[in-house]
């Protein structure tokens, strides 16, 4: 099946913009959805179809998608961001057609 | 807005069904859309389990499809999970969530609710 791989952690100071990657083979031809989701908590989307957010998630979140590499853009980072995120494919080609990444936890110092 | 609210036993017994159902509240579960079960092992990631239509039509994770069964009922806007011959390894939280048919993520979810497999 489809793995879509992400690193395990990303840093980031408040006011400064975090990038978190999500790689797959050719998931440029794929829509990627990422979530956020808080310790105790259910996800949440925050960007879907590559770069389009919900209403209600702040404009400081974006999303890009290219060749091998997705990527969530958070810019202004505040505390409350801090989260796990997870970016997110359908895989038209598997049997096992939605695949979550391997997640990514957002530390702000 | 749509609401969604997973209930059921939280502590299973080894060899046993695991049962859960998710109520809908604020839209019909026979709309357009598929509704999901999604689980998350303590301090893992996030596994798709599989999905129904309201027409009672499905799509599972080849890894657990023999295992598992999900069904609608219309009449009191659920759906339901059962999975059987459980281990420790289904320990989890589940959520259920929804995917609108067009799209292909999971705009809304339920709170999850932890299943534990232990005698």
């Known amino acids: 099946s489809y793995v879509l791989t992400q690193p395990p952690s990303v840093s980031v100071a408040p006011g400064q913009t975090a990038r978190i990657t999500c790689g797959g083979n050719?998931?440029?031809?794929?829509?990627v959805h990422w979530y956020q989701q808080k310790p105790g908590q259910a996800p949440v989307l925050v960007v879907y179809d590559d770069s389009d957010r919900p209403s209600g998630i702040p404009e400081r979140f974006s999303g890009s998608n290219s060749g091998n590499t997705a990527t969530l853009t958070i810019s202004r980072v505040e505390a409350g961001d801090e989260a796990d995120y997870y970016c997110?494919?359908?895989?038209?080609?598997?049997?096992?057609?939605?695949?979550f990444g391997t997640g990514t936890k957002v530390t702000v110092l | 807005q749509v609401q969604l609210q997973e209930s059921g036993p939280g502590l299973v017994k080894p060899s046993g069904t695991l049962s859960l159902t998710c109520a809908v509240s604020?839209?019909?579960?026979?709309?357009?859309?598929?509704w999901s079960w999604i689980r998350q092992p303590p301090g893992k990631g996030l596994e798709w389990i599989g999905e129904?239509?309201?027409?009672?039509?499905?799509n599972y994770n080849p890894s657990l499809k023999s295992r598992v069964t999900i069904s609608v009922d219309k009449s009191k806007n659920q759906f339901s999970l059962k999975l059987s011959s459980v281990t420790a390894a289904d320990t989890a939280v589940y959520y259920c969530?929804?995917?609108?048919?067009?799209?292909?993520?999971?705009?809304?979810w339920g709170q999850g609710t932890l299943v534990t497999v232990s005698s």
């Open positions: 997110q494919v359908w895989d038209s080609s598997s049997d096992h057609p939605y695949v």
């Open positions: 129904i239509y309201h027409s009672g039509s499905t």
């Open positions: 969530a929804r995917r609108v048919a067009v799209a292909s993520n999971f705009d809304y």
């Open positions: 050719n998931i440029g031809s794929k829509s």
């Open positions: 604020g839209g019909s579960i026979s709309s357009s859309n598929w």
